[in-house]
Nanobody
Framework: QVQLVESGGGLVQPGGSLRLSCAAS????????MAWYRQAPGKQREFITS???????NYADSVKGRFTISRDNAKNTVYLQMNSLKPEDTAVYYC???????????WGKGTLVTVSS
């Protein structure tokens, strides 16, 4: 089992930046992919970005060029640097990890990001 704790959410003005962190504990040696999802009010949870253990990344078109994912394998932590934030980025942001096979997967409890003036 892997436990995930997100941090870094909060209120930010449009155009601002925020950095989220997600620390993993437990059976961390099985983690292959670390990812971020988000869920806006009244909408389904959506994929934002992922990074595998080799550092290969994927991004949703909606955040490409504005958000950057990174991970520190030594600290079992994944980060999400969010720049040029827009009101439509307002959502609860969730950290997600899985093993190579997907047999192990875990979600964090989420951290709220609000983009508003």
């Amino acid at each position: 089992q892997v436990q995930l704790v997100e941090s870094g959410g909060g209120l930010v003005q449009p155009g601002g930046s925020l950095r989220l962190s997600c620390a993993a504990s437990g059976s961390v040696s099985s983690i292959y992919v670390m990812a971020w999802y988000r869920q806006a009010p009244g909408k389904q949870r959506e994929f934002i970005t992922s990074i595998n253990i080799r550092g290969s990344t994927n991004y949703a078109d909606s955040v490409k060029g504005r958000f950057t994912i990174s991970r520190d394998n030594a600290k079992n932590t994944v980060y999400l640097q969010m720049n040029s934030l827009k009101p439509e980025d307002t959502a609860v942001y969730y950290c997600y990890v899985r093993s190579v096979s997907g047999g192990m997967n875990a979600w964090g409890k989420g951290t709220l990001v609000t983009v508003s003036s």
